[in-house]
């Protein structure tokens, strides 16, 4: 099945990345919810409410983490991975010590 792909900001890359949205496969929980009488229907609503409510189906393609709804300027991003870097510097320079 075709995964839809977009951009938005991941917070662990630090950056707009590629994000891709896993789709439910409404065909195979069709399929259990037939052979199992209908019982697989309360599994299934169970996946797709939280899944359509909360919008946290996208996933960065670099990190596997989920992502903002959102992408961010090349100016707030510069920001951000600036901030990130003296983090990085500070606790180097700690463990040098
Ligand atoms: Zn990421």
Redesign the pocket.
Known sequence: MAQAVTHKY????V?N?KAQKNPIRHGVHLVLSVLTVGCWLAVYLLIVIPWHMFGKHYK??????N?SSFTKSPEKIAVLKAKRNNRIEQKIAKMSK
């Not at 991941?10 to 890359?13: K, L």
């Not at 960065?60 to 983490?65: E, F, R």
Request: aromatic share 0%; proline share 0%.
């Open positions: 991941c917070s662990s890359c950056d990345v960065c393609t670099i990190c596997g983490k992502v």
